[in-house]
């Protein structure tokens, strides 16, 4: 089935989400603007990348000889993306960005991973290390790089995964050492690294974690460091390959067009980004950039899925249909059916208002706004741990929509659940997202980001009347219990007890502040009102029950034998 871009639903979710609030600091990014953005990008997705998603998906990347080729018709792809200006489109103008807000790319980003999460995976990472080398970097690393990793002619990744260092990078061991003329040696192996290599562009920039010698042990002996696949020459055109190699791909549940490499750094010739020791705090800059990419993925399967078992609701015909007796009747017309395919449509609406929520505070505190910032940091976990369980628990229910027919591979239904599994694991596994949001994020600036947060939800659940007074109670009950929930994990920061509820906690905010976006776009377009309806009905009147599995304590856990 083809992919239809959502474009109105982006462009309520942008609205209601305070998009609004950006003109000042980004006035080209008019109503105008933001839809013919849309618009272009909904045609890339759906006519340039979705047909690949499923010979992707067959093929994949493959690594023969040391060299690794992404599946087919990816590199193509990927090179009309760059030169369509899509990498580019919120990196700053003085590295040849377009300077246009980072909540409308999110959701122009929704659109690429609807068409492909393998294909989206490529500019996620070089967005990221964009974001990293523009904050950390130095005005010739600058210069020299980002030009052409804003372009999309070169792209970044992530390196940070070595086999006995995953969510614990304190424990990691590749080398850095002095080459005696102001450059570094990189020397160990890293796992997992996403489009580590491919042929899909001139030079791959890495940003790789390292130790320095005498650094001391866990995170504060670790730094931050840039090699290029090809080493650049006088004239900062890609020269001489490096030290550096991928030395094999993963084979994997999905994502088979996404290369995940293992790296061999051979003594690779590498420059220091930023500060020596703070290596894991700028790799942060990166990796939130990141987290909220990957939070849209999950909206983006979610989106990609119901589309899907939509269309198959209409085609197949089972049972009698408890409204007009027709039998057989279209699935749409049974009322379970529907049910689930509605619910699907409302928490998809839901994380993609979470998702871009956390860009408009991005985006207001990339000009300087302090609250926003703490906003965009509160809600960072949140929207990558809630909206790609949303994304997973989608796929599986769009799944059991198609019945036998989503089992078997022919649907394509299989390989959006097959795809969308890797989303809470990658980017700080969500277990790792609910620690960060209990142990760092609720008590943020003395707890006053969570009590705003607090204060705006409460504010919207006032204000819903007429036919959304009882999504309004429902809101209100939920937004007492993550402040009454937060409390009480917040009197037992870094305790068993607190540990214990991380998960819960984070399911419980994802709910909350996803039912706040989703009543906003009620007000704004009654289209979404039965939605709204039903996840109150549905979600939100089972968020004070949560409560419990928050404050449960650590209990039951010490007195379990396994
Ligand atoms: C397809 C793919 C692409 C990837 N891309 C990249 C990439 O580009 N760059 C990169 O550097 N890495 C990448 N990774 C690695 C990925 O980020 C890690 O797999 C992830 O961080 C988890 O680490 P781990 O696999 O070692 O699991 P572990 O850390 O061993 O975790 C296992 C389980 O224990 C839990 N756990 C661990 N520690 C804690 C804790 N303190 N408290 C509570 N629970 C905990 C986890 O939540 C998880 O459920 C990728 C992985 C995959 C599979």
């Not at 070089?126 to 950390?136: P, R, S």
């Not at 980004?273 to 790799?283: C, K, R």
């Not at 939130?288 to 198959?312: D, M, P, S």
């Not at 209100?476 to 917040?490: I, K, Q, R």
Request: aromatic share 6%; with cysteine.
């Amino acid at each position: 089935m083809t992919y239809q871009p959502p474009l109105r639903d982006l462009a309520l979710a942008l609205k209601a989400a305070g998009f609004e609030r950006l003109s000042a600091a980004y006035p080209e990014a008019d109503a105008a603007t933001v839809a013919a953005v849309l618009e272009g990008a909904g045609a890339f997705a759906a006519e340039v990348v979705a047909p690949l998603n499923r010979p992707g998906d067959l093929a994949g990347a493959t690594y023969a000889n040391g060299v690794v080729t992404a599946a087919p018709g990816y590199a193509d792809a990927l090179r009309q993306f760059a030169q369509g200006g899509w990498n580019s489109l919120s990196a700053e103008p003085d590295h040849g960005g377009q300077g246009l807000p980072k909540a409308l790319e999110i959701a122009v980003f929704e659109m690429f991973n609807a068409a492909s999460l393998a294909f989206g995976l490529c500019p996620i990472l070089t967005q990221g290390a964009i974001e990293a080398i523009a904050a950390h970097g130095t005005a010739r690393q600058k210069a020299l790089y980002l030009p052409r990793m804003v372009s999309g002619e070169w792209t970044g990744t992530m390196n940070l995964t070595e086999p006995q260092a995953g969510s614990d990078l304190a424990a990691l061991t590749t080398r850095a050492e002095p080459d005696g003329e102001g450059g570094w040696r990189l020397t160990g192996q890293k796992i997992f690294i996403t489009w580590g290599d491919h042929d899909a562009a001139d030079n791959i920039v890495h940003l790789v974690l390292a130790r320095t010698p005498n650094a001391p042990a866990g995170v504060k002996g670790i730094s931050l460091f840039l090699a290029p696949k090809r080493l650049l020459d006088d004239n900062g055109e890609p020269g001489p390959a490096n030290d550096l190699r991928p030395a094999g791909i993963e084979h994997k549940l999905g994502i088979h067009a996404s290369p995940t490499c293992v790296m061999a750094f051979e003594g690779a010739r590498a420059e220091l980004v930023g500060v020596e020791g703070q290596g894991l705090a700028h790799m942060f800059t990166m990796m939130n950039a990141a987290r909220l990419q990957v939070g849209t993925q999950g909206v983006a399967i979610a989106e990609r899925a119901y589309q899907q078992a939509l269309a198959f609701s209409h085609e197949r015909k089972q049972s009698r249909s408890a409204w007009t007796g027709e039998s057989p009747a279209p699935l749409w017309d049974l009322p379970d059916v529907r049910r689930t395919l509605m619910l699907i449509k409302a928490k998809t609406a839901a994380a993609r208002g979470v998702c871009l929520a956390t860009a408009v505070a991005a985006d207001l505190a990339r000009h300087g706004d302090v609250e926003a910032k703490l906003r965009e940091e509160l809600l960072t976990p949140i929207a990558k741990g809630w909206s790609t369980d949303v994304g997973v628990w989608a796929a599986s229910e769009a799944l059991q929509v198609h019945g036998g027919m989503g089992f078997v591979e022919e649907t394509g239904a299989a390989q959006h659940y097959r795809d969308c599994r890797i989303l809470p694991i990658y980017e700080g596994t969500n277990g790792i997202q609910a620690i960060d949001l209990i142990g760092r994020k609720l008590t943020l600036a003395d707890g006053s980001a969570f009590a705003g947060l607090i204060g705006d939800m409460r504010q919207t659940a006032a204000a819903l009347d007429g036919d959304l007074h009882l999504v309004g109670v429902r809101l209100g009950e939920a937004v007492t219990t993550m402040e009454t929930a937060g409390a009480w994990l917040a009197e037992r920061r870094g305790t068993p007890d607190a540990l214990a509820g991380a998960t819960a906690f984070l399911r419980l905010c994802g709910e909350t502040v996803g039912g706040w976006m989703l009543a906003r776009q009620a007000q704004l377009d009654a289209r979404m009102t039965p939605l709204a309806a039903l996840y109150a009905g549905q979600v939100l009147s089972g968020v004070p029950g949560q409560a419990a599995a928050v404050t449960q304590g650590a209990g039951p856990l010490e007195a379990f034998e396994g």
